[in-house]
């Protein structure tokens, strides 16, 4: 279901792309009411990329950035099909977010924990598990969390501000059609 989703968000722009120096304050302006579609899922959220990069914003200044991270890299490893731009994204994959040794480890149940083995013959589903499970953790605690931050507040307040106030091009617009008449 939210695999569909988040396919737009790929075609939209990769996850290799998403990164800090994309923040800028007020490129929101481009998404106007995204924050409206945000808050109506986690699904929305994320077939936004503007949506992302504050969720991402956020993650991280809760220490859990990877399980974004995370789930993008299992979105990309699906449309993947050359076997072995696959078996290279799978143990990176592997090796950034679900070895013992992963320098973003993300958090999933013991049992659900692939074997290194299974690398040697990757499949485009082989994190879906993980990822499910990565997805609901979100869902449930973090994305909450997020519609209740400052950060996202702000943002929606800003939006609302944006959509009730006049344009300001119209009053000029007006004055020059009064005047030039």
Not at 25 to 54: F, I, Y
């Amino acid at each position: 279901m939210f695999t569909r989703a988040v396919s737009r968000l790929s075609r939209k722009r990769p996850p290799s792309e998403i990164n800090d120096s994309d923040s800028k304050p007020g490129s929101s302006q481009q998404n106007l009411n995204g924050t409206r579609r945000w808050a109506t899922s986690l699904e929305n959220l994320l077939e936004d990329h503007e949506g992302v990069k504050r969720f991402r914003e956020f993650l991280k200044r809760e220490f859990s950035e990877e399980n974004v991270l995370f789930w993008l890299a299992c979105e990309e490893f699906k449309k993947i099909h050359d076997k072995k731009q696959m078996k290279a994204k799978a143990n990176e994959i592997y090796t950034t977010f679900l070895s013992s040794k992963a320098s973003s480890q993300v958090n999933v149940e013991g049992q659900s924990r692939l074997d290194e083995s299974i690398l040697e013959e990757p499949h485009q589903l082989m994190f879906q598990k993980l990822q499910d499970q990565i997805f609901s953790l979100m869902k449930y605690d973090s994305y909450s969390r997020f519609l209740k931050s400052d950060m996202f507040l702000k943002l929606k307040q800003t939006e609302e501000q944006e959509e009730n106030s006049p344009d300001p091009q119209s009053v000029p617009k007006r004055a020059s059609r009064i005047y030039n008449t």
